[in-house]
């Protein structure tokens, strides 16, 4: 029986689930290549788990346009494209910012901060999808910035990681803050965070 289910559910699977499972592979691949580099302490494991968090992209853009072109969208699709973003451009980049030396106990809160904001906007498109689409098939708009935006953080990091300004020598500097360490660069995070999850930014969704 137990068999049966999961045959059942590999069936239920269209060509554009598995461009969403590669988006998901790539976000955990990231993490295994952040793993990599505080081993390690070298640079292109780093610069690897940035890559793929682009190839994550990649697959997000495809599984969205495979799925109008063979018009199968399904309630299974939008939740495996939501937790594959959660991983990929959420967990991910905030993982790969620990990585790069914004480790400080301050830093911490914020990353997590973000990845909440990642989270909870996943969340509310979820259930207001039927209502922004107002009775269409496509929704028209995203409230607050898309977390694949969190592409923008990792570019960021990738430049400061290949000009050496990782770990001590991150951009800005440290500043010790009561019982933390506080990198500013963090910060970007935090408006990241705080975009995704505002209520009056509409952003049209091509």
């Not at 480790?103 to 999808?129: E, H, K, M, P, Q």
């Not at 995203?142 to 001590?168: H, R």
Request: aromatic share 10%.
């Amino acid at each position: 029986m137990k068999h049966d289910t999961h045959l059942s559910m590999i069936r239920g699977f269209h060509l554009a689930d598995w461009f969403t499972l590669g988006n998901a592979a790539c976000g955990v691949a990231a993490l295994f290549a952040v793993i990599s580099h505080v081993q390690s302490q070298a640079v292109l494991p780093l610069l690897f788990a940035c890559a793929l968090i682009g190839a994550a992209f990649v697959f997000d853009v495809f599984d969205g346009r495979v799925a109008r072109w063979r018009q199968q969208t399904s309630l299974l699709g939008r939740e495996l494209d939501s937790l594959a973003d959660v991983i990929s451009f959420g967990v991910a980049p905030a993982i790969i910012a620990y990585g790069a030396g914004m480790d400080g106990l301050w830093d911490r809160l914020i990353l997590i901060y973000f990845v909440a904001c990642g989270v909870s906007r996943l969340a509310r498109y979820n259930i207001t999808a039927e209502t922004l689409a107002q009775g269409g098939d496509k929704v028209r708009y995203f409230e607050g910035t898309p977390i694949p935006s969190s592409l923008l953080l990792v570019v960021v990091i990738a430049i400061a990681a290949l000009n050496g300004a990782i770990g001590d020598a991150l951009w800005f500097g440290m500043i010790q803050i009561g019982p933390g360490q506080f990198h500013p660069l963090v910060l970007v995070f935090a408006v990241s965070g705080s975009l995704m999850i505002s209520r009056t930014l509409h952003i049209p969704k091509l």
